[in-house]
């Protein structure tokens, strides 16, 4: 299929980079520079606006930091809506939020256009290694459409519901990454300083029943090595944590666990600004505690 990408972040460059190997690609990114820095390591053509991007292509794909800055996409001269071709499909693997989406998706209708929000899970090495967990919002006969792009970064692919059921998926998911991640720092803080060595506490965690994904891989890749690689912004997490807050209180559910995780990452977001990693939120913890977890 002619697919185009739009968005070469941290997690969309190695997903589009994917689909070189069963699609025609073309890309739009922002900053240019980094679409010409993508087209010189992997065959696709590189276009100067995102209307030129959507006028080449059957599957439009949007990979942005919030819905926000896909909506704006779509106006304008230069916008997707001036070049969407009727009988396409938009597919957006922003982890945006569920409202925009389905406002979205209704204004693409009136052009004949097709939506699915498609968030992803799984981090920068998943997209390069194909193995995404890809959360759907759409159609059956959408999702149907969609597989054959999504399969290329995507192995677990689901639809979750209608438009706007994938993102509130992702939100609740990374929203739990956060709880997991603040409690983390602070039982780990709090063992450390009371003379339990780092490494051997989160052994045991993760021979016991408060083990967690954060616990079995990102604290001992990051935290007990001091590590603090920049894959994932702690400005999107706390953005995603902030979509579960208002899903939650649109469904009328109590979300106090989630709430305080929340601030704490909006906090340690505000002290580490907007180009820390999401695991920074426990070296903040860490300073401000007044300890180091290291192995
Ligand atoms: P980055 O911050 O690394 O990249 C953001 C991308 O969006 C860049 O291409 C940037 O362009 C572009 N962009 C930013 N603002 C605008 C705008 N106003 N108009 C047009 N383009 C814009 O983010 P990620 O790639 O990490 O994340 C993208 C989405 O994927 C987010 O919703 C995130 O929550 C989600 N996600 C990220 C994961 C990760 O591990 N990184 C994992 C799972 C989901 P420019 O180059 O010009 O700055």
Known sequence: MRVAFLGLGA???????????????????????????FTGAYKARAVYTPREAA???????????TSAEVEALLDGPDGLLAGLVPGSLMLD?????PATSRRIAAR?????????????????????????????GGS??????????????????????????GHAMKAVNNALLGVNIVALGEGLA???????????????????????FVSEHLVPERVLTGAWPRTFRLA???????????????????????????????????ALGEDADYLEAIRFMEQEAGVEIRA
Not at 140 to 149: D, K, Y
Request: hydrophobic share 45%; charged share 20%.
């Open 140 to 165: 059956e006969a959408i999702f149907q459409r969609a597989l054959p792009v999504l399969q290329e970064f995507g192995k677990r692919i689901e639809l979750m519901g209608p438009v706007g059921s």
């Open 55 to 65: 006028s080449r292509s059957e599957v439009v794909i949007t990979c942005l930091p």
């Open 236 to 270: 999107l997490l706390h953005k995603d944590a902030g979509i579960a807050l208002d899903l939650l209180e649109e469904q009328g559910v109590g979300g106090a666990v989630m709430q305080m995780a929340t601030d704490v990452l909006g906090v340690a977001r505000e």
């Open 11 to 37: 997690i969309g460059r190695p997903m589009a980079a994917r689909l070189i190997w069963a699609h025609s690609l073309v890309v739009w990114n922002r900053t240019k520079v980094r679409a010409n820095e």
């Open 93 to 97: 693997c922003t982890s945006g939020d």
């Open 190 to 212: 709090a063992l450390v300083k009371a003379g339990v060595p780092a490494g051997k506490a989160v052994e045991v965690l993760n021979a016991s029943s408060g083990r967690s």
């Open 108 to 136: 693409l209708a009136e052009h004949q256009v097709d939506f699915a929000d498609a968030p992803v899970s799984g981090g920068v090495n998943g997209a390069e290694a194909g193995t995404l967990t890809v959360m759907v």
